[in-house]
């Protein structure tokens, strides 16, 4: 299944040194499946949200309801450092003095909570370990900057009473997200063992579609600390994403290298099994 057109070019975006043309906006997307007019719609409407500009004739970049988030999701390459030793204090953020009602609000405390780490222990009631360099301070900054509305308070605990300590420490799967670490950095590694084998249109596609699973893991990770989950594990499964995140970067650069140098990616077509298949024409030569 092809990606959303408006995600795409935002990741894209969010991964780009600088701005996007739109020449690269349709050949990147064209490897998906995505056409020509779909592309520019999703451009119209992006730019209509604020979440591109115009960066020059033809080129877009992060507009300013996108650059917070942007901003926060592209630290995922430092994420280990967030970290630090758990001494068993929580960090909690009430929400009972919130509304309810705004839904847009309402969508960005929760995105807000859920990218932090927190859980719901009981209703209006937030936590997690409170293990992030930093601590009550620089989280309350992150949240407030995520989506939280400034009147939730934002503070650390302890002395959770034992049925609450018992019930927080089972908020997380630590089981399932150790697993997951290790299966999604076995993935990542058996891809890399053979990319040099693929045309540069289908390693893009693929490192596109794998590595933009594995960034939204990490990004949506909770950081717990041991004995919660293996950090171990989840050290291992962050150094395989960066390795494959660099190799993903030389492969994209070299084929909007392609398409800036006046190549074409051909409307890519799915076919009954839901394979895509591309045609790449060199500069100069138009498509049969």
């Given at each position: 299944?092809?990606?959303?057109?408006?995600?795409l070019i935002?990741?894209?975006?969010?991964?780009?040194?600088?701005?996007?043309?739109?020449?690269?906006?349709?050949?990147?997307?064209?490897?998906?499946?995505?056409?020509?007019?779909?592309?520019?719609?999703?451009?119209?409407?992006?730019?209509?949200?604020?979440?591109?500009?115009?960066?020059?004739?033809?080129?877009?970049?992060?507009?300013?309801?996108?650059?917070?988030?942007?901003?926060?999701?592209?630290?995922?390459?430092?994420?280990?450092?967030?970290?630090?030793?758990?001494?068993?204090?929580?960090?909690?953020?009430?929400?009972?003095?919130?509304?309810?009602?705004?839904?847009?609000?309402?969508?960005?405390?929760?995105?807000?909570?859920?990218?932090?780490?927190?859980?719901?222990?009981?209703?209006?009631?937030?936590?997690?370990?409170?293990?992030?360099?930093?601590?009550?301070?620089?989280?309350?900054?992150?949240l407030y900057?995520?989506?939280?509305?400034?009147?939730?308070?934002?503070?650390?605990?302890?002395?959770?009473?034992?049925?609450?300590?018992?019930?927080?420490?089972?908020?997380?799967?630590?089981?399932?997200?150790?697993?997951?670490?290790?299966?999604?950095?076995?993935?990542?590694?058996?891809?890399?063992?053979?990319?040099?084998?693929?045309?540069?249109?289908?390693?893009?596609?693929?490192?596109?579609?794998?590595?933009?699973?594995?960034?939204?893991?990490?990004v949506f990770?909770?950081?717990?600390?041991?004995?919660?989950?293996?950090?171990?594990?989840?050290?291992?499964?962050?150094?395989?994403?960066?390795?494959?995140?660099?190799?993903?970067?030389?492969?994209?650069?070299?084929?909007?290298?392609?398409?800036?140098?006046?190549?074409?990616?051909?409307?890519?077509?799915?076919?009954?099994?839901?394979?895509?298949?591309?045609?790449?024409?060199?500069?100069?030569?138009?498509?049969?």
């Amino acid at each position: 299944m092809a990606p959303n057109p408006k995600h795409l070019i935002l990741n894209l975006l969010m991964a780009a040194d600088g701005p996007l043309t739109s020449r690269e906006a349709v050949g990147a997307c064209a490897l998906f499946g995505i056409r020509e007019n779909s592309v520019r719609v999703a451009l119209v409407r992006l730019s209509a949200a604020g979440l591109v500009e115009a960066a020059g004739r033809g080129s877009y970049r992060l507009g300013p309801q996108a650059a917070p988030l942007a901003d926060d999701v592209s630290r995922w390459r430092t994420i280990e450092q967030r970290a630090c030793d758990w001494d068993g204090r929580w960090l909690i953020v009430s929400t009972g003095a919130l509304g309810r009602s705004d839904r847009p609000a309402l969508r960005a405390r929760e995105r807000a909570l859920t990218m932090a780490g927190f859980r719901e222990l009981e209703p209006t009631l937030y936590l997690r370990p409170d293990n992030l360099v930093g601590h009550a301070p620089v989280v309350r900054e992150r949240l407030y900057k995520l989506g939280l509305d400034p009147n939730a308070p934002v503070f650390s605990a302890h002395d959770l009473d034992p049925a609450r300590e018992q019930t927080a420490r089972q908020l997380w799967n630590g089981q399932a997200l150790t697993t997951s670490y290790k299966a999604t950095r076995q993935k990542l590694e058996r891809w890399m063992a053979h990319a040099a084998q693929l045309d540069t249109e289908v390693a893009a596609r693929e490192s596109y579609l794998l590595g933009n699973e594995a960034i939204r893991q990490l990004v949506f990770d909770p950081l717990l600390p041991e004995p919660l989950v293996d950090v171990a594990e989840r050290r291992a499964f962050n150094e395989a994403v960066q390795a494959y995140d660099r190799m993903g970067h030389v492969i994209w650069q070299k084929l909007l290298a392609h398409l800036l140098s006046g190549g074409r990616i051909d409307t890519a077509i799915e076919d009954t099994n839901g394979t895509i298949s591309t045609k790449v024409s060199p500069p100069g030569k138009r498509p049969h």
